[in-house]
């Protein structure tokens, strides 16, 4: 049952590619392993942020509005090239996290309270900015969201690369552990001396650039900035992807190889109803079924 619980999130993952090697027609192609990675990276750069903000016993419910205020900004500010665009949309979503890691450090708002505030006034900043539905058309941008090395795409390469940097920042730097001891019990690491207020600061802050940069990356791939559906539900299917990878809510531990498999199981679930016609309504529920069972093995596994 331990191990089970441990690592259920890989178990969960081998099944869905098992059942739909049997179950699926043109299941096992190049291509269709293609879409399914460049569908789920997006997801993962988003879940490796709120893996941070969860891991010091907080959460980010404003990651999807970054995604479509950075989506926005790319739009605004494509035509001073596309690299200045991208480094505006970054900032952006840095100055958003800016304000979360501010209020909840200094002010001492709670962390969902304090992101759901700027989750509404996000979303709301970004339609003031982009009203409607822009095309986006640029060689630079199309190739970022299309291109590829050696059959891997551009956008499944940076979410690697994302990954990694954040498994080695957690696991062998400073600040990585800094944050696992705020996580755990803040009141402890205020007393031994550490940090807290920069830390969370820059949890924060990091967790909103990565949502920009999946933001910028979504909107390379669709070609087209939307800032009224871009982003919408993230948040959750970000929670979803940390929590069903093994990173308790009670924050104190961070399992980046965990998150990335639950992203991965999140897209497989996702994508195996839809080749089997269900509707989009199942995909939600399976979800919340998803996350009841791993809560609930989170709680087994703390009672031990």
Same mark, same amino acid.
């Given at each position: 049952?331990?191990?089970?619980?441990?690592?259920?999130?890989?178990?969960?993952?081998?099944?869905?590619?098992?059942?739909?090697?049997?179950?699926?027609?043109?299941?096992?192609?190049?291509?269709?392993?293609?879409?399914?990675?460049?569908?789920?990276?997006?997801?993962?750069?988003?879940?490796?942020?709120?893996?941070?903000?969860?891991?010091?016993?907080g959460?980010?419910l %404003?990651?999807? %509005?970054?995604?479509?205020? %950075?989506?926005?900004?790319?739009?605004?500010?494509l035509?001073?090239?596309?690299?200045?665009?991208?480094?505006?949309?970054?900032?952006?979503?840095?100055?958003?996290?800016?304000?979360?890691?501010?209020?909840?450090?200094?002010?001492?708002?709670?962390?969902?309270?304090?992101?759901?505030?700027?989750?509404?006034?996000?979303?709301?900043?970004a339609?003031?900015?982009?009203?409607?539905?822009?095309?986006?058309?640029?060689?630079?941008?199309?190739?970022?969201?299309?291109?590829?090395?050696?059959?891997?795409?551009?956008?499944?390469?940076?979410?690697?690369?994302l990954?990694?940097l954040?498994?080695?920042?957690?696991?062998?730097?400073?600040?990585?552990?800094?944050l696992?001891?705020?996580?755990?019990?803040?009141?402890a690491?205020?007393?031994?001396?550490?940090?807290?207020r920069?830390?969370?600061?820059?949890?924060?802050?990091?967790?909103?650039?990565?949502?920009?940069?999946?933001?910028?990356l979504?909107?390379?791939?669709?070609?087209?900035?939307?800032?009224t559906s871009?982003?919408?539900?993230?948040?959750?299917?970000?929670?979803?992807?940390?929590?069903?990878?093994?990173?308790?809510?009670?924050?104190?531990?961070?399992?980046?190889?965990?998150t990335?498999?639950?992203?991965?199981?999140?897209?497989?679930?996702?994508?195996?109803?839809?080749?089997?016609?269900?509707?989009? %309504?199942?995909?939600?529920i399976?979800?919340?079924?998803?996350?009841?069972?791993?809560?609930?093995?989170?709680?087994?596994?703390?009672?031990?």
């Amino acid at each position: 049952m331990r191990l089970l619980q441990d690592y259920g999130v890989y178990v969960g993952v081998a099944a869905l590619l098992l059942a739909n090697i049997v179950l699926t027609p043109h299941f096992v192609s190049a291509e269709n392993f293609r879409t399914q990675a460049v569908q789920v990276a997006p997801v993962l750069i988003v879940a490796l942020g709120m893996a941070l903000a969860i891991g010091s016993e907080g959460v980010d419910l %404003s990651v999807g %509005s970054v995604m479509a205020l %950075s989506t926005s900004l790319v739009a605004l500010y494509l035509g001073y090239g596309p690299a200045v665009a991208i480094l505006v949309a970054v900032i952006g979503g840095m100055v958003v996290g800016l304000a979360n890691g501010s209020l909840i450090a200094f002010i001492g708002v709670q962390p969902i309270v304090a992101t759901l505030a700027l989750m509404v006034a996000c979303r709301g900043l970004a339609n003031v900015f982009l009203p409607q539905l822009k095309d986006v058309r640029d060689p630079t941008m199309a190739s970022l969201g299309s291109g590829s090395v050696l059959g891997i795409p551009y956008l499944v390469l940076i979410a690697i690369a994302l990954a990694l940097l954040v498994a080695f920042t957690v696991r062998r730097t400073t600040f990585g552990r800094q944050l696992l001891a705020i996580g755990d019990s803040r009141p402890a690491a205020q007393l031994a001396g550490l940090p807290v207020r920069r830390v969370l600061i820059i949890v924060y802050v990091v967790s909103g650039a990565l949502a920009a940069i999946a933001g910028v990356l979504a909107t390379a791939r669709l070609t087209a900035s939307d800032p009224t559906s871009l982003g919408n539900l993230m948040e959750l299917s970000a929670i979803t992807a940390v929590v069903v990878g093994g990173t308790p809510l009670s924050g104190g531990r961070v399992r980046i190889g965990g998150t990335v498999a639950g992203a991965v199981l999140i897209q497989l679930l996702t994508a195996t109803l839809i080749k089997h016609d269900l509707p989009p %309504s199942w995909t939600q529920i399976a979800q919340a079924v998803v996350i009841i069972a791993a809560v609930y093995a989170a709680r087994e596994r703390g009672r031990r």
